[in-house]
Nanobody, 124 residues
Framework: QVQLVESGGGLVQAGGSLRLSCAAS????????MAWFRQAPGKEREFVAG????????YYVDSVKGRFTISKDNAKSTVYLQMNSLKPEDTAVYYC?????????????????WGQGTQVTVSS
């Protein structure tokens, strides 16, 4: 069992930055692939970024490539999402998720554990 708690969301102007954190409790965090998803009002939840259990591989949706960076600190049982050059279309609730599969997958149904979400709002 893994519990995930996100933090770091907020209101920021377009072009600004935020760093989201996801603290995990429970066993074997270091063996989980971690990902960030987001859900905007009226839209389906979508994959944003993922990192494999060793931290050696990352994958991003095209719309955030070059702007967002996912990282994982196994010693702190925490995964981060650094978001730069934010755009109004990045506004959404951001969710952290954990997957016992060793490689990054982009389908939300593949993920075993979820956090409660943190709101990110980017004003124009």
């Amino acid at each position: 069992q893994v519990q995930l708690v996100e933090s770091g969301g907020g209101l920021v102007q377009a072009g600004g930055s935020l760093r989201l954190s996801c603290a995990a409790s429970g066993r074997s965090f270091s063996t989980y692939t971690m990902a960030w998803f987001r859900q905007a009002p009226g839209k389906e939840r979508e994959f944003v970024a993922g990192i494999n259990w060793t931290g050696s591989y990352t994958y991003y949706v095209d719309s955030v490539k070059g702007r967002f960076t996912i990282s994982k600190d196994n010693a702190k049982s925490t995964v981060y999402l650094q978001m730069n050059s934010l755009k109004p279309e990045d506004t959404a609730v951001y969710y952290c998720a954990a997957d016992r599969f060793p490689s990054v997958r982009t389908t939300q149904g593949d993920y075993d554990y979820w956090g409660q979400g943190t709101q990110v709002t980017v004003s124009s």
